[in-house]
């Protein structure tokens, strides 16, 4: 269709005298156009006779017509002039049709022709008659000294020679290899270093599609909690909308805090993502080439696959994902509490629970601390109390209650020095042995202070350091079991939340506290 348009606008381009593309082009009063020097010609035979037509039209006029310059007609025929004369200039041709210029559709290496379609049909199909997409440039495919065809590799050398070169002796003992067959080789190569890059970027895929359902769960977790948070602000709005306004601004600080983590990691995975693309590309196309030269021309393979940099990166990037949070639920609900302390009866009905009574488990307490009367504060003691369940090496105890579902809270206060840990474990925690410490094995979670009031927490013998300096001894240890939480406050003037543990829990949880010296209370 775009070949019939170009012929008709030739046609409508040609001047009707000398039948070419229009030069100068002129019009006449009746709108036909010719060349100058054409009409010129005309006129002056039609004068000597004295009168004067159109050669199109044979429209007579009493007087030599007045030529007016077409400059329309002149842009448009030298634009049309310029653009035939690049493309015939950048086509290439079939070598065999002498008689007229036939677009080729493949260039022959052996035969060193191009051909177009009916000649391809009868070329030879042997496999010496390499066919690439029509060239002309074939002087790098020809040795530099002897004008042969390049046909060979040499693998010491690292050079493609002809067959010349083979023989005169200069790579004799060398390695010496076809061509074809190093380009098969080559790609067998890229093949490998392709299937690498694929499963790359399916689990670059997966990972952007886990950041995505993650961004939502977040998105819609917030919305809950203004739902919530809102609600909760409904009838007393006047005398509380400072408190409002401060607990819906967490709840957008942390979803912002998210948000913008987990946009940042899907940029940095879709820039990951599409970088590999583009090595799938390349090396696809490097695959789908006929022409084996060009394909062993190119840049070493090795690029293409993932160096150690990258595999570095992109264990960073793993980290990142595994150390996003999650909307911290524990301090919002503190955060409006304290500031409902006027209407703590309806606000624990409608937001949050009370705290819970928690009691000690004498029957768990290791022999080497003492439980007050009360059953609420742990303290070390000489005395030697014996119990199957009691922990037998670390001045450990437990609640006597447990949780299985739901939200919790409970406080405790300190002794201004010492060494503890609180938190909370399994019962099916070992007892005895280096496996039953707290924080030491994968049934236990805690807040653990040592060495002049240093702060970690602890978990599975993993410990992550607090930078905070606490100015307080009062303490909230806030459980949503349903969303796999144990969060960490200090509740100080502000109140200041340590750290939030993220797991997914499988049995019970009790209460858990250690004592080495000093002590700690319930309050």
């Known amino acids: 269709m775009q070949g019939m348009a170009s012929a008709d606008l030739r046609e409508e381009l040609d001047c009707s005298i000398c039948l070419n593309i229009y030069t100068d082009p002129v019009t006449l009063r009746c709108g036909h156009n010719f060349c100058r020097e054409c009409i010129d010609q005309v006129l002056d035979t039609q004068g000597g006779a004295g009168r004067y037509t159109c050669p199109e039209c044979r429209e007579k006029f009493q007087d030599r017509p007045i030529l007016r310059k077409n400059t329309t007609l002149c842009n448009i025929a030298l634009r049309f002039l310029s653009t035939h004369s690049e493309q015939e200039e950048a086509a290439i041709f079939c070598t065999h049709c002498i008689h007229s210029r036939v677009p080729a559709v493949k260039t022959c290496l052996l035969c060193e022709a191009s051909l177009c379609g009916s000649h391809l049909k009868v070329h030879s199909k042997s496999e010496e008659h390499v066919l690439i997409e029509p060239t002309t440039a074939l002087g790098n495919r020809k040795c530099a000294v002897h004008k042969k065809m390049l046909e060979y590799y040499c693998t010491n050398d690292a050079s493609y020679i002809c067959v010349s070169c083979r023989l005169d002796g200069e790579h004799k003992g060398h390695k010496i290899t076809a061509v074809k067959d190093a380009s098969d080789k080559k790609k067998e190569k890229l093949r490998n270093v392709l299937g690498k890059l694929t499963s790359k970027s399916k689990e670059t895929e997966k990972v952007v599609r886990s950041l995505q359902e993650h961004k939502k769960k977040v998105q819609e977790k917030a919305a809950g909690e203004i739902e919530k948070v809102t609600a909760l602000f409904t009838d007393i709005r006047r005398k509380l909308e400072d408190l409002e306004k401060r607990a819906l601004g967490e709840i957008s600080k942390q979803e912002n805090q998210i948000s913008i983590a987990i946009c940042h990691l899907i940029k940095q995975m879709e820039i990951k993502k599409d ?209 796999g939480q144990l969060s960490f406050y200090e509740l100080g003037d502000p109140i200041r939340h340590l750290h939030t543990i993220t797991t997914t829990f499988t049995e019970p949880l009790h209460a858990a506290f250690c004592v080495w010296d000093d002590w700690v209370r319930i309050l």
């Open 275 to 483: 970088e590999l693309s583009m090595k799938m590309y390349h090396i696809q196309k490097l695959c789908n080439m006929a022409d084996p030269l060009t394909i062993l021309q190119e840049s070493d393979t090795g690029d293409l696959c993932c160096t150690e940099e990258e595999d570095e990166e992109r264990e960073r990037l793993d980290k990142q994902v595994h150390d996003l949070g999650n909307l911290n639920e524990g301090l919002i609900s503190e955060i409006v509490h304290a500031g409902l302390s006027d209407f703590m009866n309806w606000v624990k009905r409608m937001h949050v629970q009370a705290a819970v009574d928690i009691s000690l488990d004498m029957n768990t307490a290791c022999e080497d601390i003492d439980i007050s009367g009360n059953l609420k504060t742990i303290s070390r003691s000489e005395i030697k109390l014996y119990h199957p369940a009691r922990f037998q090496y670390y001045p450990q105890v437990l609640s006597s209650s447990s949780f299985t579902a739901g939200r919790h809270y409970w406080e405790v206060e300190t002794s201004e020095s010492g060494t503890w840990k609180i938190g909370m474990c399994y019962p099916s925690i070992d007892r005895s042995g280096d496996d039953s410490y707290f924080g030491d094995n994968n049934k236990s979670w805690c807040l653990r202070r040592y060495n002049n009031n240093q702060y970690s927490v602890v978990h599975d013998s993993k410990e992550i350091q607090l930078a905070h300096k606490f100015s307080c001894q009062t303490l909230r240890i806030y459980l949503d079991y349903d969303a």
